[in-house]
């Protein structure tokens, strides 16, 4: 979910700025910034169809638990930490505005409501027989997939 006006502030973020912005037009702002075009967009690097087609063809295969295993524990509850590093390394350069690396520090706020929400969907589904490995198989999955993603970007 969005961020509520309070976190946005205490962080110092003006909500004018994120206020009924999509991520994506967010994310496209930051892409601008660094010089990436609209026709370096539209083709994807083959890290990101690997890891697309891969998350895909578990979805499809996969049992329940090991899906929402696989999206919330390995995609959605790791975001902050997995982005960071990378406003971190955005800070560091000082060549950005914030304008530009916004969508960053939203992606590492806290988001506790939905967290909490995702843990009891997990809850209920790890008291069934076998929900608990399915749950943490799938979160490996996921895990896995986005180092071997990385592993894919640095070696493009």
Known sequence: GAPEAATLRKVGIPERTVEAIPREALF?????????????????VRATLQWRDRLLAYVHEARPAEVFGALAFGTELVEAAAHAPVLR?????????REAYVFFELACL??????????????QLAAQPGGLADLHAGMQFAL???REFLDGLAGT
């Open 89 to 97: 390394g955005l800070l560091e350069t000082g060549s950005l505005r």
């Open 110 to 123: 806290p988001t506790p409501e939905h967290d909490h929400e995702l843990r009891a969907i997990a809850a």
């Open 28 to 44: 496209r702002r930051f892409t601008a910034a660094i010089g990436l075009d609209d026709d370096e967009l539209a083709e994807p």
């Open 144 to 146: 896995e997939q986005r």
